[in-house]
């Protein structure tokens, strides 16, 4: 069967008006009014087959590739945007259909015919190479990208938008550290970025109890202001951390930002974590910091510490029943790790007792590491140490561990005589093994 022209079809329905006029002349009084009435009928149905009906264009999807990153003289990331567009409507023929996003973003005219934009009803149809750009002083925030009709009426406008959420890491906000902590376990938060000011942004606290945090690095450090270390770990933030089940504390309007746990975090059973939102409440874009995980701060006895040490190495325990402290017996737990160390030649050689219970000191770990490894302590700084005097059995270890540049993250003193807690054998361990 032939399909009709759309003129076909109007001049079959003028025919059919005209015919239907002529048989309504011809009925009686009394059947005019169900004529008209089937007239009436064929016409609606016929004029609802071959009338247009408004398009209704929506954007389905839209997909960001990474162009590139901020510059000195451009802070913006550069994207390259695939957006996909539906018409759920009406045939939409040589449109003039335009594409933007927030203020940003550029203004730009799609077509795909040379006279404009067309596209079928229930079709798709990918706009590509479409250029984002966000602002380089922000990890995050969301991107709408809109497409209007401009010279026809678009039948549902709430689909025109769709908006793209963006994180980029690691953290804007540098250099976050622990400036101080009150006896009831309230810990004040800095940072050393003046980018973002209480007067330009909301700060918000983030903080989670004993979470597996998602982290590509982790580096120690000591506010060593204190009596004793305040020892902390800092995580490089990413997406998927935002979007744990974090606690909100509210914003803070002060320079320094405070936090206080369940639990004073240096006598609790488990770590916590805490991060600073920096937000715009201009357009909603935010920057955070890293990750601060403290936890309890376990001093570590001397057996102890050779246990650490072996498994951590991977050293082979020595089986030989030879015992050479008069304090320790072959039943006890730590009997070969001793031995081990001792065989190393890394233990004091001329005592006659190993004091397994003892904590050991931060000196005693960093001299027993620093042999292990044969690190080189001829070496020497212009830094110092304020509590390390050159007359100190430990100097030529500190200022050969300073030289290296191994004690970024441990303040302006050492302490070397306070007992070491298991994150500090940790990180004095790890910073030898690294290139080794």
Not at 326 to 334: A, K, M
């Amino acid at each position: 069967m032939k399909v009709f022209s759309r003129k076909s079809a109007f001049a079959l329905i003028a025919f059919s008006v005209v015919g239907g006029v002529f048989v309504n002349n011809a009925l009686n009084k009394a059947d005019y009014a169900v004529v008209n009435t089937s007239v009436l009928s064929v016409l609606q149905s016929a004029y609802e087959n071959i009338a247009p009906s408004n398009p209704d264009l929506a954007i389905v999807n839209v997909v960001l590739n990474k162009e590139s990153e901020p510059t000195a003289d451009f802070n913006y990331y550069k994207y390259k945007a695939s957006i996909v567009v539906k018409n759920n409507g009406g045939r939409l023929i040589n449109a003039r259909v335009v594409l933007h996003g927030d203020v940003n973003q550029k203004t730009v005219v799609v077509r795909n015919t040379d006279y404009g934009f067309s596209l079928q009803k229930d079709k798709t149809y990918i706009i590509k190479g479409y250029e984002v750009l966000f602002d380089g002083n922000y990890n995050g925030g969301e991107i709408p990208l809109y497409v209007d009709i401009t010279d026809e009426t678009d039948v549902d406008k709430t689909n025109n938008v769709f908006v793209s959420k963006i994180f980029e890491g690691p953290g804007k906000l540098k250099d976050i550290f622990i400036s101080d902590i009150s006896s009831d376990g309230k810990i004040e938060l800095n940072f050393n970025d003046n980018r973002y000011s209480i007067k330009k942004h909301n700060f918000e606290i983030w903080r989670k109890d004993d979470v597996l945090i998602e982290s590509d690095s982790e580096k120690y450090f000591e506010n060593t202001a204190f009596s004793t270390p305040l020892g902390y770990h800092v995580q490089e933030n990413s997406a998927k951390n935002l979007e744990m089940d974090f606690d909100r504390d509210g914003r803070t309007q002060e320079n320094s930002h405070y936090v206080k746990f369940s639990e004073h975090p240096y006598g609790a059973t488990k770590n916590h974590y805490v991060f600073v939102k920096a937000i715009n409440p201009e357009n909603g874009y935010f920057s955070v910091s890293d990750v601060i995980e403290v936890g309890p701060q376990k001093e570590v006895n001397r057996a102890e510490f050779l246990k650490i040490f072996v498994d951590t190495l991977k050293i082979p325990l020595t089986t030989n029943e030879v015992l050479y402290y008069t304090d320790i017996s072959p039943d006890q737990w730590f009997t070969p790790y001793v031995q081990t160390v001792y065989n190393l030649g890394l233990l004091n050689t001329s005592a006659t007792s190993f004091s397994p219970e003892k904590k050991i000191t931060r000196g005693d770990v960093l001299k027993i590491t620093m042999d292990y490894f044969e690190a080189d302590i001829t070496q020497t700084t212009q830094k110092k140490f304020r509590d390390v005097d050159e007359d100190s059995p430990i100097y030529p270890y500190v200022q050969s561990f300073l030289a290296d540049s191994k004690a970024g993250g441990l303040g302006v003193k050492f302490n070397p005589d306070l007992p070491a807690t298991q994150d500090f054998v940790k990180n004095i361990i790890d910073e030898y093994r690294k290139n080794n």
